[in-house]
């Protein structure tokens, strides 16, 4: 038996082939791109997601054997979307992206009502789906009156594959319409938002069956019928299925184009003052919480674009050697930022520039400023009792070990470096769809990688860099205002 793993990206798709133990037969990537027809506006037209998805079939079909003895489908994706359906199953039109920030005015009036937060668990931010809709129903009246149901990407492949929408728990979580600790669409949150039970897809757990691929489909694809569609995951719960993240204390760094520090909880424990999130696990009976970063390795891909120099040759002029931290300080909200300021408006910046500053000082200043945000993520969990004795580093910035050494010293915290590449969402995918078929027990399919590199926290240096973060907290606190 295979399964297959969608993970569907902000980018691309990524469909990722495995056997019953885990091991990678195959895979296909399929690229697609957004549009941005505002400023702070962000859209993509769901057919891309289908098209990417027949595509990435096609390859598996036609290159890998494998996939004909296919099991079961698990989709994983980028949470928050806002994907509108008619009465006819039409779409109509672009969903709205998690990157989205147009509709900040609605999130806030939101987040400032009765029990929004104590119920969902979370600030509304403005790239979750509750106040796009909220947006929708002021600036385009004619849309939100032919909303018949409301659905996240995920949720839209879910109903391609199966006929019927179905949303796993993770996914729903970042809705701002889901009571988390419930696990349950909630009355009093989605009248908030002016929307109702009828326009909410069917909820399940992520490792449950959500439905069966279609006959058509499974005709066309040259499958069995009857193949088996897991509820699947929001890519973040996918990403710690695929590392093994379920437990208490389990988790994980993402040094990827955003910046997460994830970690698993056996219960429910809201803390939507420090503006974590706080979601519905993609397994039963667990959840977890993450800190937010809007632009950990888009920052570094930003000075490469303005100096001309690839991320590689930037990190590579440092040398092996980590030093201590510059006196050069860069904000790195390039995007905004969620974690730990929920401000969409904050915009990042250099403090410290002199007529002797150079290009390595300011790389170092860069991978400083994101090792600093994320350590400001991880201080927000250890105030609500998650304090993780390690982490694995996933994402594109953990193949460089100079920055990793600096993360593990800023963090205090030894990060492990899995071997090969398949850990991430797909992988989670792969094994949601593993336990919806066969029914076994999480826990004996998501196991942790092999760990290749356990890179320490330089002990020399980490009250240096605890110094240094104290200096680059208080340069962000100036800017946003706030007072600690």
């Not at 109903?159 to 929408?165: D, M, P, S």
């Not at 929920?342 to 400023?369: M, P």
């Not at 600093?372 to 004795?389: E, I, S, V």
């Not at 989670?428 to 999480?442: E, I, K, N, Q, Y």
């Amino acid at each position: 038996m295979s399964y297959l793993g969608l993970d569907l990206g902000t980018s691309g798709l990524r469909a990722l082939l495995t056997d019953a133990a885990g091991a990678v037969l195959g895979e296909s990537v399929q690229g697609y791109g957004a549009s941005h027809p505002r400023p702070g506006w962000s859209e993509q037209d769901p057919q891309h997601w289908i098209d990417a998805l027949e595509a990435a079939v096609a390859d598996l079909a036609a290159t890998c054997p494998a996939f004909a003895d296919l099991d079961a489908i698990a989709v994983a994706g980028h949470m928050h979307g806002a994907t509108l359906l008619d009465r006819d199953g039409t779409v109509i039109r672009p969903c709205i992206l998690w990157n989205d920030t147009r509709a900040h005015r609605e999130a806030a009036r939101l987040d400032a009502m009765d029990d929004v937060r104590e119920l969902s668990g979370n600030i509304v931010f403005p790239g979750f789906t509750a106040p796009k809709l909220d947006w929708l129903r002021t600036h385009e009246p004619g849309n939100f009156a032919r909303v018949s149901k409301a659905v996240l990407p995920a949720t839209y492949l879910n109903l391609y594959l199966t006929g019927e929408a179905v949303c796993d728990m993770s996914d729903a979580s970042g809705t701002a319409w889901l009571d988390v600790g419930a696990r349950a669409w909630s009355e009093p949150l989605l009248r908030a938002g002016h929307m109702t039970q009828e326009q909410m897809p069917r909820l399940v757990e992520g490792s449950a069956v959500a439905g069966h691929l279609r006959a058509d489909l499974a005709r066309r694809w040259g499958l069995r019928p009857g193949i088996t569609v897991a509820g699947g995951a929001g890519d973040n719960a996918a990403a710690a299925c695929g590392i093994g993240a379920l437990h208490d204390g389990q988790g994980f760094v993402s040094l990827g184009t955003s910046g997460v520090v994830l970690v698993a909880r056996d219960g429910f424990h809201p803390a939507p003052g420090t503006a974590l999130h706080s979601f519905c696990h993609a397994v039963p009976g667990r959840w977890y919480q993450m800190g937010v970063m809007l632009a950990a390795t888009d920052c570094l891909n930003w000075l490469s674009r303005i100096t001309g120099e690839t991320p590689a040759g930037l990190t590579g002029a440092l040398g092996p050697e980590l030093q201590a931290p510059g006196r050069l300080r860069f904000l790195p909200y390039l995007s905004g930022e969620r974690t730990p300021h929920n401000d969409a408006g904050l915009r990042g910046g250099f403090h410290g520039l002199g007529i002797e500053t150079d290009r390595r000082d300011l790389t170092r200043a860069v991978l400083e400023g994101v090792a600093f945000g994320l350590r400001d993520c991880a201080d927000a969990l250890a105030r609500t009792g998650a304090r993780p004795a390690s982490l694995f580093v996933i994402g594109g910035g953990a193949a460089s070990t100079h920055w990793v050494e600096m993360l593990a010293t800023v963090l205090d915290t030894p990060l492990h470096r899995v071997a090969g590449g398949a850990f991430g969402v797909a992988l989670g995918a792969a094994r949601l769809a593993r336990v919806a078929a066969t029914g076994a027990a999480p826990e004996t399919v998501m196991q942790p990688p092999r760990v290749s590199e356990t890179i320490a926290p330089r002990a020399d240096l980490v009250d240096a860099f605890a110094e240094a973060h104290a200096a680059f907290r208080a340069l962000a606190l100036r800017d946003t205002g706030e007072v600690r």
